[in-house]
């Protein structure tokens, strides 16, 4: 059997867009879904892979009572110190890296899609990706949405908001967009028109 290219889908979009929830909505409909944040948070978790990392050049007062990364605690502290958040991605970036290809390496689905909140800021993930799916919704739904999640404030937002590509950035550099204005029930049709388109592209870049 000849080697055959994955068809990987980055999908972006600012804090609240929608990415989690669109991306278990491919998920339901068969797609892979291999999402950067929660491999981070994996490999944070107690025993984690980069603990002993963490441990080794922040210290114990950085680490939660059950030996997971106490991420308020480091948030804080790189915002305020930008060479220790470079220490930080240093610790991370190889790891998460390596995690994402195992785990696209492994996929057995006709698609994977590959969540990356900053992939326009990051850009190594570009090379393995067959298109890159934006999620957008308008600012003053975003707000509100990134809200709904536990411990963020307004002005948490806000400031995540600000220190993001902006949105025509982000919007130039898609193949397709999810516009996110409306309720679930037309997120949900989106999402099923894209999930047909791409499983048409996947048969036609195999054929
Ligand atoms: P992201 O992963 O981009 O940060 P999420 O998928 O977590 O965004 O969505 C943020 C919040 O908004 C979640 O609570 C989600 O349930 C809600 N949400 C997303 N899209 C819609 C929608 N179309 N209608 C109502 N709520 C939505």
Redesign the pocket.
């Known amino acids: 059997m000849g080697f055959v290219k994955k068809f990987i889908v980055g999908v972006t ?12 909505m491919f998920a339901r409909l068969g797609a892979g879904v291999v999402d950067t ?1 929660a491999i981070s948070h994996q490999l944070t978790a107690p025993g984690g892979e980069a603990i002993p990392a963490i441990r080794e050049k922040f210290g114990e007062a950085f680490l939660n009572a059950d030996g997971s990364l106490n991420r308020t605690a480091m948030r804080d502290f790189v915002f305020n110190h930008p060479p220790a958040r470079k220490q930080l991605e240093a610790i991370m970036h190889g790891r998460i890296r390596e995690t994402v290809h195992k785990a696209l390496d492994s996929a057995v689905e006709p698609y994977v899609l590959l ?1 990356v ?1 900053l992939l326009i800021e990051v850009g190594s993930y570009r090379p393995v990706l067959s298109r890159v799916l934006v ?1 957008d ?1 308008d600012e003053e ?1 975003q707000l ?3 809200c ?2 536990p411990g963020m404030t307004l002005n948490a937002v806000r400031g995540i908001m600000a220190a993001q590509t902006d949105r025509k950035t982000r919007l130039r550099v898609a193949d397709d967009v999810i516009e ?5 029930t ?2 949900e049709q989106s999402v099923q028109a894209l999930d047909q388109q791409y499983r048409a592209m996947v048969v036609q870049s195999v054929a």
Request: with cysteine; aromatic share 0%.
């Open positions: 979009g600012g804090i609240g867009s929608g990415k989690s929830t669109v991306a278990g944040d969540v909140p999620v919704c739904l509100e949405r990134a709904l999640r996110n204005n409306g309720d679930l037309s997120l």
